[in-house]
């Protein structure tokens, strides 16, 4: 997933967002399966179970036999038809939770050679706050930051004073 460019910046931002909002003695349930960021959340002294693997668009049972007591997805709603469903289901009292922006002058991203690595949704922060507020959820706390690459022309330009990626804390209502 990371061959060519492993995403520092965004782990910095992510973990210490995570690290504002929760305690090593909470447990977490991290939407996705293990990832660099797992490790980097074990790390940090945090109890993470990763989903498996499963279409979340169609079995949420994971979700649903969770106790965590904190839901974390980074980057994972835009892969979903219906993160509606997914965000609806979730037991736990906290939520932190992480989406690309949806960026006027960039396509939403579609990987050719991995059908589970494409972005049906890209997010206006607004839309994600909707989202959130639809399915019971009150955000607490949010951050927007930019993802600048080392790329010459006008995208990789916009790109380095444009936000891309949104992050909130949320809780239950």
């Not at 992510?14 to 305690?23: A, D, E, G, N, V």
């Not at 169609?58 to 892969?79: M, Y």
């Not at 949704?121 to 690459?149: A, M, R, V, Y």
Request: aromatic share 14%; proline share 4%.
């Amino acid at each position: 997933m990371y061959e060519e460019i492993y995403p520092n910046k965004r782990f910095k931002h992510t973990i210490q967002f995570l690290q504002k909002h929760t305690s090593n003695s909470e447990t977490i349930l991290d939407l996705g399966v293990v990832n660099p960021f797992t490790d980097i959340m074990k790390s940090h002294g945090y109890n993470v179970e990763n989903t498996k693997g499963e279409d979340l668009d169609f079995d949420i049972s994971t979700i649903k036999n969770s106790k965590a007591d904190v839901v974390t997805a980074f980057e994972i709603f835009e892969h979903l038809l219906s993160p509606f469903t997914v965000l609806q289901s979730i037991k736990a009292d906290k939520l932190i939770a992480s989406v690309p922006l949806k960026l006027w002058f960039s396509s939403a991203y579609k990987s050719k050679t991995d059908m589970l690595d494409r972005h049906y949704h890209e997010f206006e922060d607004w839309q994600f706050d909707w989202l959130l507020e639809k399915t019971g959820w009150k955000i607490i706390d949010c951050e927007k930051w930019t993802n600048p690459s080392k790329k010459i022309g006008i995208r990789p330009i916009l790109r380095s004073f444009t936000p891309r990626y949104y992050i909130v804390y949320a809780e239950r209502v």
